[in-house]
């Protein structure tokens, strides 16, 4: 096949800047560009390497997961699943969950990408605001589905990677139907491909939908960021779960479309010296890492055998002392890259193309066009202004689900206004300096204040409920809540009730690491609680 790289050589930023175009077929479909066309060219060719929990290794080809694909396809369609229909993605790093989302984009419906350890009301939302009509997950989350499946009259088909039983199919058996003379539907660049929910701040959780050409918007970022990504012999992993839009975007699918293998395999929980050993025995060479992750394999010496050329990495700004510790402990660069669920990798610092500044967000990425701006437009040098990325661009979002008041503030007038506020320096460089919304940011993960704090009011006792972020070294912040108890409510084991609340109704990765019981909370005339007091206070 031609080489898809849209860089041919690294050059300086701003050449890569000037001379850089989109150039994005009206026509397309991410399925076949990360799996079709593949199949056809080389069938045999690596596209998965899943480390199996046994310790052995399962390997997929471009044509076993064309065919996976196909058949699961084909059944979903036998079922009533078309274009335009959401299928849910329940399922931990594992080829069936490729499997599902080009099996989707092949009907012309919509991947809803879940995480495993969301808890039942969780789910309920995503799963009922979306209206999905089919999900696959696996033994782990199956019984979670089956208890919510009378909420969602949708949900009408069920499949698990596990023992199928009635009305529950099993992924296998429809995996193996056959495809022959199966066509995928045609779809446009601009048609709806992937739908990732994004923490609410002021509401429930939106569901972020993205057009298939959001593939193409991800790619310039991700070859500098991967130091001339791909090469020869490229191996790719990221231990950032794939229902994430880093997990699923900065690197699985991207490594699908560029022919560079994969390797999939699920950490219950990130363990460094685990990690290492996997990049290592793999010959594992461009990864997507979180700062968290970083932060702990920092805490133990690298292996012999690493092969590793450059490392990625997003979600807070890293030190100075970590960026040189990449380079001396892993041989290697760690860039880093800036964006959200609405608009991601818009922003990149990445060694070689441009001077690093530490602690800098750093350049717009060729492609995109990012302004600092205020209620009167862009900001000068030094001043705090919002990060702005201008529409239309490939990789933003055609908008959010079902909710087009929230749409309308989001993008005004040409620019996408994604609440993070910063500078920019002489040289261009932009620097984070706040967020304006409620968000917390803890071990690479985005999260939300309002599903914990509704889960939390589920406790008889508890009469109020405020959550904020703390500031933390190792994770940024970590989620701290605030609760009011009812007149006479015992102290002695709520922390432990509150706590297992959430992770049951939630997710582990959003239980308050500190519960504070507080006599009131500060709020607003009109009763809004004034989360920044509490951040400022506690």
């Given at each position: 096949m031609a080489d898809r790289r849209l860089f041919q050589q690294i050059a300086d930023w701003d050449s890569l800047r000037a001379g850089f175009g989109w150039s994005i077929p009206r026509r397309m479909n991410i399925a076949h560009l990360c799996c079709d066309s593949w199949a056809m060219a080389d069938p045999d060719k690596v596209a998965v390497i899943h480390l199996q929990g046994d310790g052995t290794r399962d390997v997929w080809s471009y044509g076993r997961l064309k065919a996976a694909s196909d058949g699961l396809a084909v059944a979903l369609a036998a079922r009533g699943v078309g274009r335009g229909d959401r299928v849910a993605v329940l399922l931990p790093q594992h080829p069936a969950a490729l499997v599902t989302h080009l099996?989707?984009?092949?009907?012309?419906?919509?991947?809803?990408?879940?995480?495993?350890?969301?808890?039942?009301?969780?789910?309920?939302y995503r799963l009922g605001d979306a209206g999905a009509c089919a999900i696959v997950t696996d033994g782990a989350t199956l019984d979670r589905v089956m208890a919510l499946e009378p909420d969602l009259p949708r949900l009408r088909v069920i499949v698990s990677t596990g023992p199928a039983r009635a009305p529950v199919l099993g992924f296998d058996d429809l995996a193996a139907t056959p495809g022959s003379g199966f066509r995928p539907v045609e779809t446009e660049a601009e048609d709806p491909a992937v739908m990732i929910y994004t923490s609410g701040t002021t509401g429930d959780p939106k569901g972020v939908l993205h057009a298939h050409r959001f593939l193409y918007g991800h790619l310039s970022c991700l070859e500098l960021a991967y130091g001339g990504f791909p090469q020869a012999g490229d191996v790719g992993w990221t231990p950032a779960d794939w229902a994430w839009i880093g997990g699923l975007m900065d690197m699985a699918l991207p490594c699908l479309f560029y022919g560079v293998p994969l390797v999939a395999h699920r950490f219950a929980k990130f363990d460094p010296?685990?990690?290492?050993?996997?990049?290592?025995?793999?010959?594992?060479?461009?990864?997507?890492?979180?700062?968290?992750?970083?932060?702990?394999?920092?805490?133990?010496?690298?292996?012999?055998?690493?092969?590793?050329?450059?490392?990625?990495?997003?979600?807070?700004?890293?030190?100075?002392?970590?960026?040189?510790?990449?380079?001396?402990?892993?041989?290697?660069?760690?860039?880093?890259?800036?964006?959200?669920?609405?608009?991601?990798?818009?922003?990149?610092?990445?060694?070689?193309?441009?001077?690093?500044?530490?602690?800098?967000?750093?350049?717009?990425?060729?492609?995109?066009?990012?302004?600092?701006?205020?209620?009167?437009?862009?900001?000068?040098?030094?001043?705090?202004?919002?990060?702005?990325?201008?529409?239309?661009?490939?990789?933003?979002?055609?908008?959010?689900?079902?909710?087009?008041?929230?749409?309308?503030?989001?993008?005004?007038?040409?620019?996408?206004?994604?609440?993070?506020?910063?500078?920019?320096?002489?040289?261009?460089?932009?620097?984070?300096?706040?967020?304006?919304?409620?968000?917390?940011?803890?071990?690479?993960?985005?999260?939300?204040?309002?599903?914990?704090?509704?889960?939390?009011?589920?406790?008889?006792?508890?009469?109020?409920a405020a959550v904020v972020g703390e500031p933390d070294p190792l994770r940024t912040e970590i989620v701290v809540a605030h609760v009011v108890l009812r007149d006479g409510a015992e102290w002695s084991g709520m922390e432990a009730a509150l706590k297992e609340i959430v992770r049951s109704r939630v997710s582990a990765h959003c239980v308050p690491r500190k519960i504070i019981r507080a006599d009131s909370l500060p709020m607003t005339a009109t009763g809004k609680i004034l989360r920044r007091a509490l951040r400022r206070g506690g």
């Open positions: 099996a989707a984009m092949k009907l012309g419906a919509i991947g809803l990408p879940l995480f495993t350890l969301f808890g039942e009301d969780a789910l309920r010296e685990a990690g290492y050993e996997l990049m290592r025995r793999e010959r594992v060479s461009a990864a997507f890492i979180p700062p968290t992750a970083l932060r702990l394999m920092r805490q133990v010496a690298p292996p012999e055998g690493l092969r590793l050329r450059a490392v990625g990495s997003g979600g807070e700004a890293l030190g100075a002392d970590l960026l040189d510790w990449g380079q001396a402990r892993l041989g290697c660069p760690i860039n880093e890259f800036y964006g959200q669920t609405e608009a991601n990798l818009v922003l990149a610092a990445c060694t070689g193309p441009m001077p690093r500044r530490p602690g800098a967000m750093g350049l717009p990425v060729p492609g995109h066009d990012v302004s600092l701006r205020d209620a009167t437009g862009e900001v000068g040098t030094g001043a705090v202004g919002e990060v702005c990325v201008r529409a239309p661009d490939p990789v933003m979002m055609l908008r959010y689900w079902n909710k087009p008041e929230a749409t309308a503030k989001k993008i005004v007038d040409g620019w996408l206004y994604t609440g993070d506020l910063a500078t920019r320096d002489a040289s261009g460089q932009i620097t984070f300096h706040a967020r304006d919304d409620d968000v917390i940011t803890s071990a690479g993960y985005r999260i939300g204040p309002v599903e914990i704090e509704q889960a939390l009011a589920r406790h008889p006792d508890v009469v109020m």
